[in-house]
């Protein structure tokens, strides 16, 4: 009898422990402004980032910014690309929409190549906003990559020469926990 209310208290120990770990895990990240580094870009932007993410250039080919924890699973990049370059390319090939804005064709195409790339894709639309005086279009996407749930919050904006693609993820269960200190850093992008 005392050797199975002993396993019986070490698996109710147990349980309870695993449980609060996710919790944890799960709870929101509440950071400061000081918890945010700034880096700038090329001299064509700055971003605020949290600093416990390191640049990772392996990250992204293709991107501008690269930074990363794999610890918590948290990555950001910034893509940018000149938007004559955008606009020639596109009208070159016919898929560019004159009666639609430059942004508009840009989020239509970056969320078409997501479709394509991502399975059982939910796109859910935040809204236009401005950041820092240009605009932009935010989202979050959920969906499988190589068999792992993960989140995106995606924001396009549109600068006076080029088009931006602000990509910040996790594992699906993390995204709760870090969506603030993502959108804080898309929120903070300005150019120079």
Known sequence: MKKTLTIFF????TLTSCDQIRKKSQK?????VTDFKDVKINNLYKIKVPK???EMKSLHEEAS?????????????????????FIDVFVEYDLYDKEKSTLDNYEEMQLSNF??????IEIIPLGDLLINGNSAKQYTLKGKVEAIN????????????????????????RMKKYFDSFKEAHTSFRLI
């Open 10 to 13: 070490l698996v109710t120990l």
């Open 150 to 173: 993960v989140e995106y919050l995606i924001t396009f904006l549109e600068g006076k020469k080029n088009m931006f693609m602000l990509m910040s993820w996790t594992i699906d269960s």
């Open 115 to 120: 479709k394509e790339t991502i399975e059982n």
């Open 65 to 85: 910014f690269k930074y990363a924890n794999i610890f918590k699973e948290t990555y950001t990049i910034v893509i940018d690309e000149s938007k004559q370059e």
């Open 28 to 32: 929101k990240e509440k950071l400061e």
């Open 52 to 54: 416990y993410m390191k």
